[in-house]
């Protein structure tokens, strides 16, 4: 057996965003979206679990600037409690409503090979969607150079967590945006 981590400890992270700059960064990419997301109907579609923090905050920053969005979820799985994605995805669960001739805009959390926001706009035009845009929290330096409608943050090359996003289903709750400490 290995050693069990307590509730209360919780490593020394590299604060990378505060919540404040949090806050600030995800006005900016409701700011962005306005103009997309006008005059059509709309639904945003979290991929789970990671992007759900950004997409709660970013539905109450467009609501703030008189953008209503309908709202789902698509639960894709291609990291498998591993740092490094497995190079698949699968559906773990489906959206919920009709997208037929709805704009899809798709939030996740980490934007960096692509894959993950491919297989969503595949599979929400495959279910009728009008058009899919995309909108993530964090952009990788590694990212792929197009495949994204609008983001938050240029994120470091580290390993993030807080936020939303984990290590190993760990530390997802933090109201920051922390790195792993280099070694």
């Known amino acids: 057996m290995g050693m069990m981590m307590s509730t209360t400890d919780i490593p020394k992270f590299d604060v990378i ?13 409701a700011d ?18 990671g992007a759900t923090p950004f997409a709660s905050d970013l539905l109450r920053a467009l609501a703030d ?39 899809a805009l798709v939030l996740d959390d980490v ?9 969503a706009r595949a599979h929400l035009m495959a279910k009728g969607a009008r058009e899919v845009r995309t909108c993530v929290f964090a952009r990788k ?12 943050f240029d994120a ?5 967590v807080g936020y ?6 760990h530390w ?3 109201p920051y945006l922390g790195a792993v400490p280099e070694q």
Do not use: C
């Open 17 to 29: 965003l505060t919540k404040e700059e949090i806050d600030e960064r995800v006005g900016k990419a």
């Open 32 to 49: 962005a979206l306005v103009p997309m997301l006008q005059g059509q109907s709309w639904t945003a579609i979290v991929i789970l679990l």
């Open 65 to 103: 600037r008189g953008i209503d969005v309908g709202f789902d979820a698509l639960w894709l799985e291609s990291y498998r409690d591993a740092r490094e994605s497995s190079g698949r995805v699968v559906v773990r669960a489906d959206i919920q409503r009709s997208i037929s001739g709805r704009g």
């Open 111 to 119: 934007f960096d090979s692509g894959r993950t926001l491919e297989f």
């Open 141 to 152: 330096p590694e990212a792929v150079p197009n495949g994204l409608d609008a983001w938050a």
């Open 156 to 160: 470091p090359p580290r390993y993030l």
């Open 164 to 169: 939303g996003m984990d290590d190993a289903g």
């Open 172 to 174: 997802r709750g933090l």
